[in-house]
């Protein structure tokens, strides 16, 4: 780390170092558990597509509810792990967002063709593939499927402000 507390492979995306690892991610991102969906970054192309993993564990505490005897990851979690994967992505393209102390959140504002394919259990590992399909320094549209040992899981189109 720096001495502002940024980690210097994280500074200019083009010297960033793959995969990205969790300690890594939380620098990137205000999440923290139980809700960092991410565990991993292994694909990187700023403005255009960036692609995550998501290690799905029996003890994750939603589990417990969602449904006790048959244990199901909810639709909305992997949406939002995708999410989460398109603002690394956006944070680690926008030049100098890094380096701000408090650099601009990034909010969804609109989630749309949405559609649930197939259950995510635990032993699960999710690769959340995301595409920008608009960039911009307020407002990015990115399109996001899951897989499951190659087959999809889930997909969104997702429209997130910067700011």
Known sequence: MTDDGVGAGLRAC??????LTYMEITEILPHRYPFLL??????LEPYKKVVGIKNVTANEPFFQGHFPGEPIMPGVLIIE???????IMARLSIPGIMERENANPI????????KFRKPVVPGDQIRLEIEALRTGSKVWKIAGKSLVDGHLVAEAVMVATIG
């Open 81 to 87: 792990a995708m999410a989460q994967v398109g603002g």
């Open 107 to 114: 909010r969804f504002v609109a989630i749309d063709k949405v």
């Open 38 to 43: 991410v565990d991993r970054i292994i694909e």
């Open 14 to 19: 083009p010297s960033i170092e793959l995969p």
